[in-house]
């Protein structure tokens, strides 16, 4: 593989790294919103850092994410696998994850004549680096097999996953601000990480759904929402 070849293999799996870890920057900001304000850039950090090598880690145990592959067991004519089982795992701690989140944003407020007690639940540093590590191992299965797919020199996909995830440590901070500053945007984020959920868990009953189409729902979704912002700025300025 000549030296050109390698440059274009890195910088291919170097987007689609960055493209597929999306959902990723999307779940850390809403779980880093969550941590005391001063807490926050060292979750975001933190927690790229941490997927950062257990996707590495992911890689250089191929040989047991194809073991992953393989049935385990079927249930009326349809088959699972621990990496069926692992997306249908992640997928309903999203979909609960991201309920629970929204339950959240929407139920809290205090009933006119009420005092508000204490309606901000901040959660250990910890805690949001391991919940970010768990989930993603799930999110990395897809796009560390693929990786494999187009290059098979370690090397170099080690080095997309570090720039990838150098991208998105410089890129998380703006768009964890702009997501916990806009109540709506949050509202939208929660909802992307709803459908991925279900994404995951049709994926793990073998039913493909084609992620662009859910990132092309939610980039409409969200343009229509800057719209909106965009406009009662406005409103409020005049």
């Known amino acids: 593989m000549s030296g050109l070849e390698v440059f274009i293999s890195w910088l291919t799996l170097t987007a689609l790294e960055i493209v597929l870890g999306v959902d990723n920057i999307v779940f850390i900001a809403v779980l880093s919103g969550k941590l005391p304000k001063e807490q926050q850039g060292k979750g975001r950090t933190l927690g790229l850092a941490m997927a950062m090598v257990t996707r590495i880690a992911l890689l250089l145990s191929m040989s047991w994410i194809m073991k992953l592959t393989m049935p385990l067991f079927s249930v009326f004519s ?73 290059s098979n020199k370690i090397p170099v996909m080690v080095a997309a996953i570090v720039a990838a995830m150098a991208v998105m440590m410089i890129l998380s901070g703006s768009i964890s601000r702009f997501i916990n500053q806009h109540p709506t945007i949050k509202i939208l984020a929660l909802s992307f990480l709803l459908l991925i959920g279900v994404m995951l868990i049709a994926d793990g009953f073998s039913l493909h759904i084609p992620k662009g189409y859910v990132y092309f729902a939610m980039a409409f979704s969200s343009l229509v929402e800057m719209l909106n912002i965009r406009v009662r700025s406005k409103a409020g300025s005049g």
Do not use: Y
């Open 78 to 150: 349809q088959s699972f696998s621990g990496k069926d089982l692992l997306l249908i795992a992640g997928g309903l701690f999203l979909l609960a994850k991201s309920t629970m989140e929204i339950h959240g944003q929407t139920e809290n407020e205090t009933p006119a004549g009420h005092h508000e007690v204490s309606s901000i639940r901040t959660v250990s540093l910890v805690g949001v680096i391991v919940q970010i590590a768990m989930i993603d191992i799930v999110f990395s299965l897809d796009s560390v097999i693929t990786a494999v797919g187009l």
